[in-house]
């Protein structure tokens, strides 16, 4: 049976950590570092995961200025309030809740947020910053850093071991394909078209699955004692639950946690590092803003 990896109480000393950091610096600084948070349109998945953050801030002592706009609402407005929350010194980090309404481009929104201002990573050039040797990006994107704080805290290897990736989207699969690389991972990256896709994941030391279909990673896919990162979140229903439905990873967890060496649950693996690295993130924004450090 393999060791199961408790993202949730990982996360929870992470937060412990970062709120200790936040007391001191501002006692230190007196500046509270601060997050805005742009909900727009009223899918009920986002609002749930900027409450989810929001609370989050409050728990480790970070400001949170929330938007909540319109699907309605025109792209120029979008940037419009972008640029506000830019100017704005008290505002650290700028976080615009994905996926956007489809009459709103999120490469042009994204790339309105100040580099020293992204702390969700998404920013076209801190993507491209991942994959330029010897370059570290202005903030690395929020699931693929807390997909490697798990393998770390987790005391697992990753120089020279054989890492695959499910998912080559340009928040998830992508970027912790480039992170694994950046140390030293032998990284293969799979999408779609891939064929024979259980060969390739049957050569992984450390298998990241992000492509959300439910329970698609299945025992035959992986090797013994491979390292399994589920970062999917995929609803099933389920009529034995009052709400009829439950989440679920990428992977058939109670068949995989039978050949894995070790595992992420869904829920308690990736999620609760997605909201700690944000955390984390919107500090660092705020420690580098009051020492004017951020260069470009
Ligand atoms: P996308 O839909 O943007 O990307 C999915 C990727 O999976 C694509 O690259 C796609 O390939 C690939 N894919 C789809 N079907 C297959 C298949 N049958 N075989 C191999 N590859 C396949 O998803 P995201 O990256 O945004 O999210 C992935 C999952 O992670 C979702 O469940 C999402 O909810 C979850 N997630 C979880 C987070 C967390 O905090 N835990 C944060 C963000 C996302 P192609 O490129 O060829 O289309």
Known sequence: MA?????????????????????RFKADHGVTPGLATVLI????????????????????????????LPAT?????????VNELAARPEVHGILVQLPLPAHIDDQAVLAAIPLDKDVDGFHPSNIG?????????????????????????S???????????????????LPVALM????????????????????????????????????????????????VIDVGINRISDPTRKSGSRLVGDVDFDAVSQVAGAITPVPGGVGPMTIAMLMQNTLLAAQRAVAHSFTL
């Open 73 to 81: 609402i025109t792209q120029d407005a979008v940037i419009a309030l």
């Open 41 to 68: 349109g009223d899918n009920p998945a986002s609002a749930t995961y900027v409450r989810n953050k929001r609370k989050a801030c409050e728990e480790v002592g970070l400001a949170s200025f929330g938007y909540e």
């Open 3 to 23: 060791h199961i990896i408790d993202g949730a109480a990982i996360a929870a000393a992470i937060r412990e950590e970062i709120r200790l950091e936040v007391a």
């Open 129 to 153: 910053r991942l994959g330029l040797k010897g370059r570290t990006p202005a903030f690395a994107p929020c699931t693929p850093k807390g997909c490697i704080e798990l393998l770390d805290r």
């Open 155 to 173: 005391g697992i290897a990753i120089a020279g071991r054989r890492a695959v990736v499910l998912g080559r989207s340009a928040i998830v699969g």
């Open 180 to 227: 694994l690389l950046a140390r030293d991972a032998t990284v293969t990256v799979c999408h779609s078209k891939t064929t024979d896709l259980p060969a390739v994941t049957r050569e992984a030391d450390i298998l990241i699955a992000a492509i959300g279909k439910a329970h698609f990673v299945t025992a035959d896919m992986v090797k013994p004692g491979c390292t």
